[in-house]
């Protein structure tokens, strides 16, 4: 949704990461595909790094846009001999600024040669490290922590990359999905906590490492399981090999990646993001039934829950809100008296179907509530009686320290107003929120294995004072 | 779905036409607005023109590419000083070029001052027209039936816009809905068979003609009716009225456009479209029945008619396919290996769904079959056991000569296999198409009132020889 | 000079024009490489359109922006295959606006097939013609005297262009020269008074038309001869013939290009404009002469008038002025103080060489006056004692009707002020404009074969009322 | 000349850089002004930092392209409320990629703050200094001698950028003007034998450098000095104060400055570049003289030395070859016959002037000997009798070590052959040389102050093993 980009309404994820080795492909370009297929985790910028596997200079390319217009020619990509490579598609997040100069992978030289380093996530300790580092003369160009990781690698003696990142990986604190080359192997690293996703995939000749097992479809590679949290995952010609280097908490996987941000074809610790959804439905509509004629769901995040919803009520699922897909980055803001009747360019509610009826609105989260308020008046504009609003997660009180861009705490709604505030802030008939218990059952994990901390405030790893 | 434009898979509506008069409102601003519902229908080229009712010199601007990006600052467009605009979305079709001469509005001068005209359809003696008209000394620039209308209108004697139009509308043959202003009125006219549709709405202080009743509600206008076959429409400063110049035959509305072209949230003769199309799919259910565990539909056209499937054969609906929506004009070609495989940039099946399954797949329609033997692969790719294709359609075997972009009819897959061998080209397990006679049930208007011509071969208006 | 499409400080050759028939040459190509040549009589749009010769449809390129701009790839039109061609380079003059539509050549279709046209002029009775084809139901698209041409052909039965222009030509009124084809020949023409310039070449099979002769050395083609006032030259696979089908006046071409618009190496009538403006500079200081230290002239139009000045005075000619060939579109203006110091980005002034020495300036015209007076605080700035500045062409003070862009004469400083207001004006310390005798005289041809209008106001031809 | 940038003829400067600090000046604004005076110093990329003076985040921006490119609206720079500002325009030179991560100024954070580096020149200790700092955990981003700096700087421990750079500085070796900045102070620095040329300025409430004079006419400020070789100048709220904090050796300015790169306007070490050209003319035809009818020039750089050859030698100066101003970036190329019969897109005889006559042809240098044949052969097609070729300078036969892009030696033609063959390569009637000697004597300094390296092989400063 690239209006987003203007006008975040919505957490976001920070970024996407991917990269493997394997020889007798065309790894760079299949990156590029890969990247494709994680687009939805940052539209910022793109970025590949490839290289040979014998340690020389690597080919890189980034730029600000999508991975279509960061690589608009296929055919380039498919010319770079390379047996490895890595990917990055990116959002800004919190201090890291939105210009050219953050863009990953950031390629580097350092005595061993050369290195190239992409990650998902937030370190908590980044700025007693970066102090640190400056103490001892370092000098930074962007904002971001692969810089940090590379400046940490850099001051390891060693020539080899896995001893140098063991060496270092302990120092980090915080939450992150690394993918590393030093034009020689890629390294894959969970945060102990594992707050954000990485799985391994196997493709002919080689192996796949991608922040969403939806990429290893696209590039016709296998999924062969999830990175664990604290391990690192070295590629190499020899295939792949697992080490320990951090200390293993208890996985706390990010509980907004099946509530939103993940694709539904995806499958995080072995759930697929869809079928989740659509449970996140079933038992919203069991803890939060309604007298209605008709479900409906904001596209497109919300109609697996909103079809889970309707199946569990008996009553019809329908589609009473349709998107227009040709808005992108522009944005032409509505008059004021448009905005009020409830007229929007991205969305419009069908009136033959929503007109006279009590309908059931689904939607995943609400941040600031506006969203919410606008497709009530587009429901209401179309004739619906009465619109109940529904959402498959509990109320967002809290912001993200591991990765995930959710706006201050005192633009969040459900921090300062109650269940009935928000209701009428909404213009909603009523309003239910699906119970933590009830998010945590439907995902099918242990509760501990989920980080849950934006809606409890209940954080597995505190930032630094 | 822009990477169309490369490669067009499915039949292309033409255009799209919108343009209103109303005191007092930003009417450009407003006909951009509007462009953006009809962007479905034309993603080439975007155009308005818009003037002040007065019969002064308009203002006009047209380029080539999105809507968005024509008119990429609507602020802009608020400082037009007009109460009247004409706007016009396309694909170029058949013989006209896909040249930026032939993007519309085409404004021109002629004796009595400005004129601006914006159309969809095709005509039939388009060339018969042009050679008279050559024969009298006439030049044409572009190949639009647009400037074929201007220059008939120039050559009559009358200064009153009404009565040029309502001489010269006798001598056109074919498909049309029309759009023109001369700077002090704003008319619309529909061919005498209505074979593409226009609608009427009513603004604050005037009214608006639109391709699709869509634009309405994003401009927040109320529908008033659909211009009839024949009808002449004139929007000035004294409001509306109707004019008759032309006779009217039975009504012949194109029936793709409840199957494929048109917006879900649009009516056409007061039928919702995607009620119909959800209705297609109950029928398509009682048709082709099939033991099957799932039902599911391609993104985003078929999904309502694979619900109604699903509902009608009390299966499951299931979204197994998961589109990506950030491929963009770019198109990256996967490798062969992974084209065999069923890889697919823009589509992916969700293999916690699908596997082990067998699955109905409802598409709208079949053109080439390529598209449909790359979905089945990405089916059973992702374990489908089964994978039964349902079209909610009859078979397209003839090409249209009303204004919609059909590939030529040598390579419609079923112009030249029976379904036997169609099920085989597209390795399906089953093939069911829709029969004539229920697509027409599920509109649920008199067969005589719809052109199903590219099914039947039984064109209501032959072409010049 | 590119900025002065933002701020025009001189007037301004409306266009340039070429083409021509060769068998076995890249008739495209080479068009493109004299439009090169001829970029400094128009920089706002360029165009080609290119025909095999056998009449059939035209390959037509064109658009806003530099040759190089319009045709960036010189590797697609060696692709063309063609016999015949025709270019255009513009400015916008007078009612033409400045939009993409007046680009040339302007390609049309007409009974007899395509045509395609370019000019360089103005016609004083185009508004006649307008209107007298608007009765007769034409209609217009641009405001070019290119379309004009077109209706007038396009009306004329003939299918034999030659016939056809033949019957057109004795209707137009004004300055022009025009190259046309229709795909099969191509035909050039210049008015009966013979304001603009068009010259005929040799090319290896076949010939080449070009306003000036700098475009034949670019092409590689030899300089055969002017063509005649109210000559008709055809060009095709027969070679050149020339026909007359309009009265001759006597020859009245415009002596502005010999001051300022031709380029150097032109030559006009046989006298080359390098040699014609050192003649001015030469008659320039017996005319005025003046006690001073050295000669200067403004970059880059003004130099070879001020060697001339320099060795007809026994002074040393300097380069006391550098431009910066870097500024181009871009337009940053210096702040107030900065402007009153004399700063300027586009010229500075060698201190060195000026300082303490009284120097001649010569230009080779004053419009507005507002230049002449930066250049002298520039010069005063860098230390000079003196600064007289010398003019190589009478004081401007009347409008152009034969296609130069001159600002209205209410803005001209020789229509309002004398010579010693003018002096005041520009801060010199002395003034001398060259006479209308001695720049006559300077060209060598008969005063009876110049326009000299904008000084004289002494028109051939008057435009309509 | 800009598409040298992609088929270099002549050696090319790498650089230049400003910069200054003044209260109640829109500095970055002046800066950006500045860069377009020294546009023809670099015009691959360019960029501007600016700082409050308080020591505060700066305002950045680079980006490949001309001046006009990067800072296309010039409004924007005077909304920046700074103090100080530097800025940058560049080639890419030897080992420094052509890539946007290479543009400057660089600004990096270190532990006190954030730093802003430009610099012109060339360090010879690089390689070892880079393999110092990377031992000692540094890592590279960029392949400048701006971000080494900066490593040096931010290894130091003082806070103080006078201190810091104090350290640093003995410890390069090689050419360097460097122009860095801390958000408080502008320091510039210029190497100990000053092969790169710095020179300092007065503004109203502060001071300006700048590595050619020819900037402070620009930017209305007044030259004060040449900052001299091995001196430190620091620009603050307290004025100008100089430090000397290396050893000072012979000052070696690069003679090329004053035959080819500095603007004629600008003066170096008190001599006026443009007269130093006319006195390398003069000298020229004292030392060569010939018997022939005109001399001329290629423009633009070689028109001083001409004018001054055709002075000594009582011969009429002539602009025999005109420049076509506007071919840009695009390299369109000739076919191979146009290109031996001498046809040049960018170059043109004058025929009129040359026809009969015995030319004298003066070039500033002679690189690999394609321009030479390319431009007499332009000669010999306008119908000249005779060309001799003189060169103002002697042949250049070795690289350089001190920051200008001259070929590789093998491609030099005066490495390989000596006058007779380089005469006959070029198809000169006859050759000649400007001597050692005479080149120094031409611009009046002691031969020891100038680095004459390239022609005599007598490096100042042996490059590293």
């Not at 370009?29 to 890969?34: D, K, Q, V, Y």
């Not at 697992?242 to 996987?253: C, D, I, P």
Request: include cysteine; charged fraction near 25%.
């Amino acid at each position: 949704m690239r209006d987003e980009i203007i006008a975040p309404v919505k957490p976001r994820d920070a970024c996407g990461v991917c990269g493997g080795f394997a020889t007798g492909q065309d790894m760079a370009f299949l990156t590029c595909f890969a990247l494709y297929a994680l687009q939805h985790r940052g539209q910022e910028s793109a970025g590949i790094a490839a290289g040979t596997g014998g340690g020389k200079k690597m080919w890189v390319k980034r730029g600000m846009g999508l991975v279509s217009e960061v690589f608009p020619d296929s055919a380039e990509l498919k010319k770079i001999k390379c047996n490895l490579a890595i990917g990055h598609v990116r959002y800004s997040y919190g201090s890291e600024g939105r210009s050219p100069e953050n863009t990953q992978p950031l390629r580097l030289r350092y005595r061993h040669g050369e290195l190239a380093t992409a990650h998902n996530g937030h370190l908590l300790n980044s700025r007693s490290l970066r102090l640190e580092l400056e103490e001892g003369g370092a000098i930074f160009q962007t904002d971001t922590d692969s810089e940090l990781l590379a400046h940490l690698v850099a001051r390891q003696g060693s020539i080899n990359l896995e001893e140098a990142l063991a060496a270092v990986v302990p120092r980090l604190k915080g939450a992150y999905a690394f993918v590393v080359t030093d034009g020689r192997k890629v390294i894959g690293m969970r945060d102990g906590y594992g707050f954000r996703p990485l799985s391994l995939g196997k493709l002919d000749g080689g192996y796949f490492l991608s922040s969403e097992t939806c990429a290893f479809d696209t590039i016709g590679a296998e999924f062969v399981r999830d990175v664990l949290p604290g391990e690192m995952v070295v590629l190499d010609e020899q295939g792949v090999r697992s080490l320990r280097v951090t200390g293993a908490e208890q996985e706390s996987l990010c509980i907004f990646e099946y509530i939103y941000f993940a694709r539904p074809d995806s499958n995080l610790q072995g759930k697929n993001v869809h079928l989740v959804r659509r449970e996140l439905g079933r038992r919203l509509a069991r803890e939060h039934p309604v007298k209605a004629d008709i479900v409906s769901g904001v596209p497109d995040s919300s109609i697996a829950a909103a079809s889970g919803f309707a199946e569990e009520a008996r009553l019809p699922y329908e589609m009473s809100l349709v998107k227009n897909r040709y808005i992108g980055r522009t944005f032409i803001k509505p008059t004021q008296q448009m905005r009020e009747e409830g007229v929007d360019l991205k969305l419009n509610a069908v009136q033959k179907i929503v007109e006279g009826k009590r309908v059931v609105l689904v939607d995943d989260s609400i941040v600031r509530g506006t969203t919410s308020l606008k497709l009530i008046r587009i429901m209401r504009r179309a004739g619906a009686k009465e619109v109940h609003l529904r959402i498959s997660s509990p109320p967002v009180s809290g912001s993200c320290h591991y990765g995930i861009d959710i706006p201050n705490p005192v633009d969040l709604i459900a921090n300062k107003h109650d269940l009935e505030e928000i209701r009428k802030m909404t213009c909603a008939d009523s309003l239910g929120y699906l119970s933590m218990a009830e998010t945590v059952a439907a995902v099918g994990l242990p509760s501990g294995n989920l980080c849950q901390a934006c809606f409890t405030g209940d954080y597995p790893l505190r930032p630094e004072e």
